[in-house]
């Protein structure tokens, strides 16, 4: 099974920071990477798909970068909505795994 | 409007089986995949297994011998079937659909299973 390894496992954000965060796979996924964001209580939302697409209506202070093995996610100008846990995803071969997470906190 | 409903008992007796249903609507399941994923309390998220559009299910190795995910099509039902279950098994049980780049664009709600006597 692919590994999908996420850092930090938590962090502590003021609002306005620029947050990145990021995630690592113990393969190749070929781009095939998703991102996503939950809040206490909720279901995932879909955040970025292939790596660096935007799903629609997802504001665009979120971008995704990456390729081969290592990805990112980058929070620009942090909002006070956007505390939450997000999670990584191998989208390239069953199983499809999920990182750890990483929470963000405010400060 | 695309929109995904899980369903089942909130209790199940240790050893028992659970039985869940994802009823969708805004879509057809002749057309789309549909994934099954937990989330223990406090924990991450679980990938279990996935129905294919054209009927063949995937499923995570380690849950492989206790899982069968099957479908309705005509009714837009999905079903996890999961035997044995233990206490680690309590957990938030999600379906979502596959879109591009076999991403989960559309989840549902969550149905919370606790596995308790």
């Known amino acids: 099974d692919i590994q999908m390894t996420q850092s930090p496992s938590s962090l502590s954000v003021s609002l306005g920071d620029n947050v990145t965060f990021t995630c690592e796979a113990s393969e190749n996924i070929y781009g095939f990477l998703a991102w996503y964001q939950q809040k206490l209580g909720k279901a995932p939302k879909l955040l970025i798909y292939g790596a660096t697409n935007l799903e629609d209506g997802v504001p665009t202070r979120f971008s995704g970068s990456g390729s081969w093995t290592n990805y990112s996610l980058t929070i620009s100008s942090l909002e006070p909505e956007d505390i939450a846990t997000y999670y990584c995803q191998n989208n390239h071969v069953y199983p499809y795994t999920f990182g750890a997470g990483t929470k963000l906190e405010l400060k | 409007q695309v929109q995904l409903k899980e369903s089942g008992p909130g209790l199940v007796q240790p050893s028992q089986t659970l039985s869940l249903t994802c009823t969708v609507a805004?879509?057809?399941?002749?057309?789309?995949?549909v994934h099954w994923v937990r989330q223990p309390p406090g924990k991450g998220l679980e990938w279990m297994g996935v129905i294919w559009n054209t009927g063949g299910t995937r499923y995570n190795s380690a849950l492989k011998s206790r899982l069968s995910i099957s479908k309705d099509t005509s009714k837009s039902q999905v079903f996890l079937k999961m035997n044995s279950l233990q206490t680690e098994d309590t957990a938030t049980y999600y379906c979502?659909?596959?879109?591009?780049?076999?991403?989960?664009?559309?989840w549902g709600q969550g149905v919370m299973v606790t596995v308790s006597s």
């Open positions: 979502a659909r596959d879109s591009t780049y076999s991403s989960f664009d559309y």
């Open positions: 805004g879509f057809s399941l002749t057309s789309y995949n």
